[in-house]
């Protein structure tokens, strides 16, 4: 138990924030939907609870992933997160599936709404906390990827390096960008429906905010699947290579291979050094490899292999345009 409790303490706390949040949120426009009747509103309570649900669910996981290897999982537990976000998914699908449901049918049997003002308050107040954990989150990609910046640049780094995000806090990232989008398109649908009487506004901002939650279950399933079966970093490779290949004994690498665990990356490598050398000499090369590839962020473990020189420039010519 207490085990537990020290990995929960490493947990994405992103994800936490966002859940608490949420679970706040959820609580507040599901009390005004009850009093309302706004499909918007009920729309946006599944989505908050929804998020709620699955961002717990991801914090459980991404502290559970850090637990040690053992001698029955020695490659450690890395993958767990990239499970627990694959079953997180399914709780948003279900919702995003109740919301359009709900949608289409106001859409065909349009009723009108009570409680305009109250309606507008609580969306606000939620679209701001929503936004704060969105822009948390965006921090939090940044400071993980050691990114620097302020103001705007914040949102335009956050979205060119998302793809280098951490599972956990990327979830998040686009849970709380599809609830701020979703909250600001729930008050439109209110106050249009309310001086227009278009009722059916309201079903139609419940589908479109449904069709969003949809696509992040559908991003969010497709990045997890790759992360369970194992998916290859070719960027950290290109890095780790050219980290490599700035060694003076190293005069080739033969293959390079950085496998995404979860948050943790496994390296494999294969270089070619001189055949003259020692094996003190290429166990020297090696504990001095090791050293610098796990200094890399993520890195968690390194496997060497040595192979004789070939003459074929096989790194650079991966690498490089061909002269030809």
Known sequence: MREIFQLLKRGNKSAMLAAIINTVISII??????????????AETMHSLGDAANQFFVFVGSALSKKAPTEKFPN??????NLVLLGAVLIVGIMAFETIREGWHHVIHPTKSDGFIINI????????????????????????LDIEASGTNVFVKTFANLGRAKPATKLVFMEDLVATLGGLLAIIAVVLSHF????????????????????????VFLDNAAGVIGQADEEMEDKIGALVMTDPDVLDIQGITVIKEGEDL???L?????????????DDIKDRLEEKIMAEKGVVDVTIEFDEEDGVMTWQNRNEPDAN
Not at 76 to 81: A, D, I, P, S, W
Not at 201 to 217: P, Q, R
Not at 270 to 282: F, G, R
Request: aromatic share 10%; hydrophobic share 55%.
């Open 76 to 81: 450690g537990f890395g993958r767990l997160v």
């Open 121 to 144: 308050i609580v969306l606000g107040v939620s679209t701001l906390l929503e936004t704060f954990v969105l822009f948390k989150a965006m921090r939090e990609i940044l400071h993980d």
């Open 196 to 219: 227009t009487k278009f009722h059916q506004l309201e079903g139609i901002a419940s589908m479109l905010i449904g069709a969003m939650m949809f696509f992040v279950v559908g991003k």
């Open 29 to 42: 426009k599901g009390t005004a939907y009850m009093f309302t009747g706004n499909v918007a509103m009920f």
């Open 270 to 282: 294969e270089i070619e050094v001189d055949p003259k050398l020692t094996v003190a000499e290429a």
């Open 266 to 268: 496994h390296v494999e």
